[in-house]
C-alpha cells in the first residue's frame, strides 16, 4: 500500500471509525476535534439500529444503506471489541413500535403497511401480544409493530472503544482543536490550517458532524448543506419492578413528540428525543422534557417511579435530504463524511468501511455512490 497522511476534520464516530480502518491499513491518521473527541451527537444519541422502524418509503436509497450497515454490524462490533478489549453492549433483542389510542393504531398500521411494501421484515401484534413480549408495557397499548431485527449499541462506549482502537494502530488524536481552515490550491486540499501553523495531508475527510457547514476554506458552492436538529434526551435508572429488554417506541399521532425507550444493560433507560429546529441551542425547555416524560409515561407507567440520572440535549447533523453526504467532492483529496442526522451510529460501519476503501483505492463503490455531494449540486 502506499504509505498516505490523512487529516480527519471531526472526532465522532464516523471520523473515529474511519480513521480506525485507515490507521489499521498503515495510514498516517490525525484527527482534530473542535472539542472533546466523541463527545457531540456520538455521545447524545441513544444507539438504536432502527433502519425498519425509522423506515420511510420516500426513502428508499436511506433505507437501504442502513440495511447494509445493519447487516455489517456483527462483524463491526466483533473486530471492535476484540481491538479495544471491551464490550459495546451490541444487543438483539428488537423494537417495538407501540400506539396508544385509536389514531396513533391508524398512524402504525400506516407504517406498518409501508414496511410490508418494502419487503421488511415485521410483524403485527395485538396490545396483548406486545405485552406478552414486554410486561411493562401499559394496558392502553392497542397494537404495535414488532422489529425483529432492529437492534441496539451503546454508542458511548461504542466511542470509547474507537477511541482506544485507533489510537492502539497509531492514530493520533487532537481534541479541544480548532481546524481554522481546509487549504486547497489549484482545486486540490493540501491540508489544513490549525492554531499550530500548516498541516498537510494527502487527503482531508470532513466528518464534522453538524459544524461540517462552518469550516473556512471550502468554497461556497461545495459547502455541505448540513445543519444542527436539536434533540433533548434524558437517562432514567431502572429499578426492580421495570424490566425492559426490547427498545421501544410510541408511534402518537396527536402529540408533537413521539419517544423511544432504550433500556441498556446497565440499568439505565434512554428516553428521547424532541426533534427541533434550533439552530446551535442545546438547552433543556420544560416543554421538551415534558413531552419526553409524558410519553414515556405513557407507554410505560411503571417509569412514574425511576430515579432521573441525567438530562441532555444533543445536535443531529440534518442534511437538506436526511441523508449522509459521503464521498468525493469537486475538490480533489476532499472527503466528506457527513450530515447522517438521526442514523450516525447505524450508518458508522458501512461509512467507516466504505469511506476508508474510497481513501485507500480511489474508487468510490456502489453503496456510497447514491450519497455523493453531487446530488445536491445538479
Ligand atoms: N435516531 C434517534 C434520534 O435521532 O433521535
Known amino acids: ?46 444507539g438504536m439500529l432502527a433502519p425498519l422502524a425509522e423506515a420511510h418509503s420516500e426513502e428508499p436509497e ?5 440495511c447494509q450497515s445493519l447487516e455489517r454490524y456483527s462483524q463491526w462490533v466483533a473486530e471492535l471489541e476484540a481491538e479495544a478489549q471491551m464490550s459495546v453492549s451490541y444487543r438483539d433483542e428488537g423494537t417495538l413500535i407501540v400506539g396508544l389510542a385509536p389514531d396513533d393504531t391508524h398512524q402504525l398500521r400506516h407504517l406498518y ?18 405485552r406478552d413480549i414486554e410486561s411493562a408495557l401499559s394496558p392502553r397499548v392497542t397494537a404495535a409493530i414488532h422489529c425483529a431485527s432492529d437492534y441496539q449499541v451503546d454508542n458511548r462506549l461504542m466511542v470509547t472503544a474507537l477511541q482506544r482502537a485507533y489510537q492502539q494502530h497509531g492514530g493520533a488524536l487532537h481534541g479541544n482543536s480548532t481546524v481554522e ?27 464534522a458532524g453538524c459544524w461540517s457547514a462552518q469550516i473556512a476554506g471550502i468554497p461556497d458552492a461545495i459547502v455541505p448543506p448540513v445543519r444542527p436538529v436539536k434533540g433533548q434526551m434524558l437517562a432514567l435508572q431502572m429499578e426492580e419492578g421495570i424490566a425492559i429488554n426490547s427498545v421501544i417506541r410510541t408511534v402518537r399521532a396527536r402529540y408533537p413528540t413521539s419517544v423511544y425507550l432504550v433500556p441498556r444493560t446497565d440499568g439505565r433507560l434512554i428516553v428521547g428525543a424532541t426533534i427541533e429546529e434550533m439552530g446551535f441551542d442545546t438547552r433543556l425547555t ?9 410519553g414515556a409515561w405513557e407507554a410505560v407507567p411503571g417509569v412514574y417511579e425511576l430515579p432521573i440520572l441525567e438530562t441532555w440535549a444533543g445536535l443531529r447533523p440534518g442534511s437538506r435530504d436526511n441523508a449522509p453526504i459521503l464521498g468525493k467532492t469537486p475538490v480533489e483529496n476532499l472527503i466528506y463524511a457527513t450530515g447522517h442526522y438521526r442514523n450516525g451510529i447505524l450508518l458508522t460501519p458501512i461509512t467507516a468501511y466504505e469511506v476508508a476503501k474510497l481513501v485507500l483505492t480511489g474508487e468510490t463503490s456502489e453503496v456510497i455512490l447514491p450519497f455523493q455531494l453531487d446530488r445536491f449540486l445538479k
Do not use: C
Request: no cysteine; proline share 0%; hydrophobic share 50%.
Open 113 to 130: 403497511e409501508a414496511q410490508r411494501n418494502l419487503r421488511l421484515d415485521v410483524n403485527w401484534l395485538t396490545g396483548r401480544e406486545a
Open 181 to 207: 481552515r481546509v487549504v486547497i490550491e489549484n482545486g486540490i486540499a493540501m491540508g489544513i490550517q490549525t492554531q499550530d501553523g500548516f498541516q498537510n495531508a494527502d487527503t482531508v475527510i470532513l466528518s
Open 1 to 46: 500500500m502506499t504509505y498516505k497522511k490523512i487529516i480527519i476534520i471531526g472526532g465522532g464516530v464516523i471520523g473515529l471509525g474511519i480513521g480506525w480502518q485507515l490507521a489499521k491499513a498503515g495510514a498516517a491518521v490525525t484527527i482534530y476535534d473542535r472539542s472533546e473527541v466523541g463527545r457531540a451527537a456520538s455521545w447524545a444519541a441513544a
Open 286 to 294: 420544560v416543554g421538551g422534557v415534558f413531552e419526553l416524560l409524558r
Open 62 to 66: 436511506l433505507l437501504k444503506l442502513g
